[in-house]
């Protein structure tokens, strides 16, 4: 079984500052590893994900997120926010062929200071 | 839009009474998923159908039941609603670890 810890309940950063979300996997097998966003009372976006290959992920938005297999860890980072990343993020995993589903992270949810 | 749709998209029950979420994806997945997301919990899944005929548990099965009805719809059902059942309920639907695609949600209230 996988399991998914989301380091930060909340981080609060100023607009057109840097930031990283946490996200730290378990599992005894090669692993998926997503990113998603929840705006207020809307359902879930994928912001990106890594199956395979290159490491380093670029997703919407202007997210990306670097897999570290040694650390078990996909953090998700973005150079400079702004007011509408205003939302929550959950870090999900799933593994083999991935029919059983995701296994999700807490959510991080992130405040844009003005 | 091509996707996942969820009816109904709000819900008050009482106490002790049923209902069936609905769900119906149009991408021809063959697996479909229901969660359940709680503040500060995440999402949790609650059944999943890998492909059409079968269903399995999730993390968080007591007090529900699934019927894949066809390749296209997977129906969510509460017997006997708890108000510890009050909740957003999303489905999904995927092909392989490929993409899962959600829907936008059902917001249940249990008084």
């Known amino acids: 079984a996988q399991s998914v810890t989301q380091l930060d309940s909340q981080v609060p950063v100023f607009e ?5 979300l946490r996200c730290n996997y378990s599992s005894s097998v090669s692993v998926y590893l997503f990113w998603y966003v929840q705006y207020p009372n ?9 199956l395979s290959g290159s490491t380093l992920v670029k997703g919407i938005n202007g997210f990306e997120a670097e897999f570290n297999k040694s650390q078990t860890s996909f953090h998700l980072r973005k150079p400079s926010v ?33 | 839009n091509a996707g996942v749709t969820q ?3 709000f819900q008050v029950l009482k106490t ?17 998923y ?33 019927s894949r009805l066809n390749k296209r719809e997977f129906s969510l059902r509460l017997e ?5 059942q009050t909740s957003v ?10 993409g899962y695609t959600f829907g936008s949600g059902t917001r249940l209230t249990v008084v």
């Open chain 1, 16 to 20: 057109e500052a840097p930031v990283e």
């Open chain 2, 80 to 84: 006997s609603a708890a108000p510890s």
């Open chain 2, 7 to 9: 009816t109904p998209k």
């Open chain 2, 16 to 32: 002790g009474q049923s209902m069936t979420l609905q769900c119906a994806q149009d991408m021809n997945h063959n697996s479909m």
């Open chain 1, 42 to 50: 809307q359902g879930l976006q994928l912001l990106l994900k890594y």
């Open chain 2, 89 to 98: 309920y999303f489905c999904a639907s995927s092909e392989g670890q490929l």
């Open chain 1, 82 to 114: 702004h007011i509408s990343d205003t939302a929550e993020y959950f870090c999900a995993v799933t593994a083999g062929g991935g029919a059983d589903g995701l296994t999700f992270g807490k959510g991080t949810h992130l405040i844009i200071q003005p």
């Open chain 2, 34 to 66: 229901w969660y359940r997301q709680d503040p500060g919990m995440g999402l949790r899944l609650i059944y999943y159908s890998a492909s059409e005929g079968t269903t399995d548990k999730g993390e968080v099965p007591n007090g529900y039941n699934v």
